[in-house]
């Protein structure tokens, strides 16, 4: 059994809804059995929503705001997907700005389902091989990334690149990404 360093703390960076819950709680769960704090980093204080595909599921207090979220203070983020999440943080500049500062930092990014489209937007998948759900492969493509259908792919080519497709790779995707978080 790894044995994560203490003090390690998970950023998770979403939308203030739509997140697919499973893919949200299942790496959180997964980071805090390591040993490992998971944070939930929103644009707005409060709480957002989580979905269960297209049905409302449960809320979760956000702990910090990107206007105070240090990069500096997370060894790993974490993209959950859901369509409008992945959608909505692609639009949300600090968001974006959040996510080029994790790569250029070197730090690694693990991301699932629509995700990604936060990756594409802030330009830092080209060359990379990744893999999401099927139709965000376009996107992917036409950004210079190779995507391939995987349930898991770990590019490390740069920042530690973890990716899945979809809910039910998550056993390997929690794996990897606890793998990921340094040891001690």
């Known amino acids: 059994m790894m044995t994560i360093s ?3 703390r ?3 960076l979403v939308a203030e ?3 697919e819950q499973v893919e949200l709680t299942a790496p959180w769960q997964a980071v805090e059995k390591a040993g490992a704090t998971p944070a939930l980093i929103s644009l707005k204080p409060g709480s957002v929503q989580g979905f269960n595909h297209l049905d ?3 809320t979760f207090d956000v702990d910090i705001t990107l206007d105070d979220a240090r990069v500096a203070d997370y060894s790993a983020l974490v993209l959950p997907g859901g369509v409008p999440n992945g959608d909505l943080l692609r639009t949300q500049q600090p968001a974006v700005e959040f ?4 790569a250029a930092a070197g730090k690694p ?3 699932i389902c629509h995700g990604g489209w936060v990756l594409i937007e802030a330009g830092v998948v080209e060359g990379r ?4 759900w099927p139709s965000l492969a376009t996107d992917f493509t036409n950004a210079g990334a190779t995507w391939v259908d995987q349930e898991i792919v770990v590019d490390t080519d740069g920042f530690p690149l973890i ?4 809910p039910d790779d998550l056993p390997a995707f929690t794996e990897k990404l606890v793998a990921a978080l340094p040891q001690a």
């Open 6 to 8: 203490t003090g390690t």
């Open 10 to 12: 998970v950023a998770f």
């Open 17 to 19: 809804e739509g997140i």
């Open 56 to 58: 409302k599921a449960d």
């Open 99 to 102: 996510v080029k500062a994790f």
């Open 109 to 111: 990014i693990a991301v």
């Open 129 to 132: 091989t990744i893999t999401s």
């Open 163 to 166: 990716s899945s497709r979809k």
